[in-house]
């Protein structure tokens, strides 16, 4: 057994910890606030420029954030993201239409963009029903056509829900809930929402009591799991992990979470919540594997780099253990894959145990193809080497290709080589 630092060591630790033993040290999440605070009476939201004068450092970082893009207006053209360290964060337009044609933007500067039109709907392949999608370039996943529709295709679309933006904006409200508003009256819209994006008050609560007394009333200040499964996982208080087209289902992390090793942990444990981690890895990365599992060495890809065309990835522990086995909008097609059996979404997932067995995700679905099935414990025996080894080790970059079957003969106890 590998052995893991103490935590008391860990460079940051927001929460108590229980240390039974010394691999026993898990994080327990803090009982959460009461939404809203406790003395935030009677408030509305002001937005993130509001608190920008007295938390500048919060503000700048947030920034450069997934979370601040989450949904972008355009005025007629490309939107203006703050510079990118990964991918080139701008998407472009669909095939055949303009700027002109788009009125938001959902996403765009993390992996992948889609488009609302000026009615606001959501652009759809009109056959295959699928959201018109556009990629930043983070990814290896794109497959050759970045868009799934044709060029010069008809678009279809689907009304931008509350169900939809709910997660995308801060101080989103229902359309029924509203008293039958929608956002500039856009027919498609099922709502309103306060700001655009996912901003400092969709975590602490409406901020206009605290922006005039902030030393006497006292905003949310919640680091529980649950602030966040809010938005990343599918069902509250379900802990199922949903499975469509063969990948795990996008915005699960709660959920894999529970069923990984490190099922006790909050977000924050690993994660600032201010900043971003895949813009800004070494500061958004509280604790990295490697501050725990001290020992752990790279399983015989130590300075490996990973070539396939134009996608370059310095090999770390996550390249194994955080694959892409989730697909929010684009998963890779054979000239990417190989073509024999390698899987390769667009999400990193949080299940971080490996199962070396069992070969391909499907042999770890409910009878009727839906959900993960989980153990007695709630866990899930790790994922699958169709998603680990295969992404790489499929002719299709600098990787030798390995077989299901050879990649289950060389994986097991790859640590120990
Ligand atoms: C995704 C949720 C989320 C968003 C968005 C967010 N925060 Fe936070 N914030 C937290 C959590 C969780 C904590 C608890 C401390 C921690 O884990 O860093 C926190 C802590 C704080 C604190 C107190 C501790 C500290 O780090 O100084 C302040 C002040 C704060 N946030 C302000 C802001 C401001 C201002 C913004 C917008 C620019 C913002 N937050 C956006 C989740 C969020
Ligand atoms: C006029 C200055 C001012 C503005 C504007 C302001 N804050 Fe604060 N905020 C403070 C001060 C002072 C504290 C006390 C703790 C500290 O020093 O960080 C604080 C604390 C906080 C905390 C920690 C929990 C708490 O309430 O003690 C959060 C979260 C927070 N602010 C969020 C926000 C958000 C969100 C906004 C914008 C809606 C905002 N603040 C605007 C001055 C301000
Ligand atoms: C109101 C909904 C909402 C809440 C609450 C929320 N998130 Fe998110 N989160 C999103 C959305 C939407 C995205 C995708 C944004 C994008 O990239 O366009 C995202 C993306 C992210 C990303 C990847 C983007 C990046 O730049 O690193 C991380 C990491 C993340 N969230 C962590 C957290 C953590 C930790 C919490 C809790 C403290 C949290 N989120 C709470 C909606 C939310
Ligand atoms: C329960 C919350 C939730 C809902 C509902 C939701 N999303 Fe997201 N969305 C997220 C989170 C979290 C992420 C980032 C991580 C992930 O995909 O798991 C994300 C990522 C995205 C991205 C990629 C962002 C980027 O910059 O790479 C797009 C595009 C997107 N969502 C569009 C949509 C659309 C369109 C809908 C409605 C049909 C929708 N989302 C509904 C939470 C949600
Ligand atoms: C044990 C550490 C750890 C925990 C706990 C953790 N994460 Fe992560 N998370 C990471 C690392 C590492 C990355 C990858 C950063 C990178 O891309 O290199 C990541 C990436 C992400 C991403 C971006 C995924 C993508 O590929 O687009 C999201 C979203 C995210 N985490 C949300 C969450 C949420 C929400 C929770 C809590 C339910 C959580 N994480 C808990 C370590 C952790
Ligand atoms: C905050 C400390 C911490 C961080 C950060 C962390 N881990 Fe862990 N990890 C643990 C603990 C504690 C366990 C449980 C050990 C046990 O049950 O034997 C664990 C268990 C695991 C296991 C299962 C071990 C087994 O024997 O089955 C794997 C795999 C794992 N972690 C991988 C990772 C990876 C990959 C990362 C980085 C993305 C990471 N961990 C980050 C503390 C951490
Ligand atoms: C080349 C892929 C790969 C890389 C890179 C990798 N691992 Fe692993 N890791 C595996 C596989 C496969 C297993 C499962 C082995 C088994 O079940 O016999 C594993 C197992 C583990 C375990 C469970 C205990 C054990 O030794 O079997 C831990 C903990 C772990 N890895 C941590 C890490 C950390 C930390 C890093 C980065 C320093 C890392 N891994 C890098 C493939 C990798
Ligand atoms: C992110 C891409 C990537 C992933 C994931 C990956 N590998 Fe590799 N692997 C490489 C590269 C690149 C090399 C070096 C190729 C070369 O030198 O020809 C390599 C080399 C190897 C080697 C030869 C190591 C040596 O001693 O030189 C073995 C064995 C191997 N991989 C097995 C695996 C197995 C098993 C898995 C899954 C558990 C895996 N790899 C996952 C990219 C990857």
């Not at 490309?78 to 009125?103: A, K, R």
């Not at 070494?282 to 594997?289: S, Y």
């Not at 145990?353 to 007695?376: F, M, N």
């Amino acid at each position: 057994m590998r052995s893991l630092r103490f935590l008391n060591r860990f460079k940051s630790c927001l929460g108590a910890f229980v240390c039974a033993t010394l691999i026993g040290c898990v994080p327990i999440d803090s009982t959460p606030d009461p939404p809203g605070g406790g003395n935030n009476t009677d408030p509305g939201y002001v937005g993130s420029a509001a608190c920008l004068a007295c938390h500048p450092g919060l503000s700048e970082s947030h920034r450069h954030h997934g979370h601040a893009q989450a949904l972008t207006a355009i005025s007629g053209k490309s939107p203006e993201f703050p510079e990118t360290m990964v991918g080139d964060g701008t998407p472009d337009p669909p095939p055949g239409l303009q700027w002109t044609d788009i009125s938001w933007l959902v996403g765009g500067y993390s992996t992948s963009a889609n488009f609302i039109d000026n009615d606001g709907f959501i652009l759809t392949d009109e056959d295959s029903g699928q959201r018109v999608a556009s990629s930043a370039g983070r990814i290896q996943a794109v497959n050759s056509t970045g868009f799934n529709v044709a060029a010069g295709s008809d678009f279809g679309g689907t009304p931008f829900a509350y169900d939809c933006f709910r997660c995308h904006a801060t101080g989103a409200e229902s359309f029924d809930d509203n008293g039958g508003r929608r956002q500039e009256n856009r027919a498609g819209i099922g709502g309103t929402w306060a700001e655009p994006g996912v901003h400092c008050e969709a975590c602490h609560g409406p901020g206009s009591a605290h922006v005039g007394s902030p030393q006497t009333v006292v905003l949310n200040v919640d680091s529980s799991v649950s602030a966040c499964a809010e938005c990343h996982a599918r069902d509250v208080g379900s802990d199922a992990i949903e499975v469509i087209d063969g990948f795990i289902a996008a915005y699960q992390q709660a959920s894999e979470l529970k069923a990984s090793p490190h099922s006790n942990f909050g977000c924050t444990v690993c994660h600032d919540p201010h900043v971003s981690s895949i813009q800004d890895r070494e500061r958004g990365i509280r604790n990295g594997c490697t501050t725990c599992h001290v020992d752990s060495n790279m399983a015989r890809h130590m300075d490996k780099v990973y070539v396939q065309g134009d996608y370059v990835e310095f090999m770390n522990c996550e390249s194994c253990h955080m694959p892409f086995a989730s697909r929010n909008n684009l998963s890779a097609d054979a000239s990417v894959t190989g073509g024999f059996g390698a899987k390769i979404g667009d999400v990193r997932t949080h299940v971080f145990k490996i199962d070396v067995e069992s070969g391909h995700l499907d042999a770890l679905l409910t009878q009727d193809g839906s959900r993960i099935a989980l153990d007695e414990n709630g866990r899930m025996s790790g994922i699958t080497l169709d998603f680990v080894c295969l992404r790489c080790h499929n002719d299709q970059g600098n990787a030798f290709r390995l077989t299901d079957e050879s990649a289950g003969g060389v994986a097991p106890g790859i640590h120990d080589f």
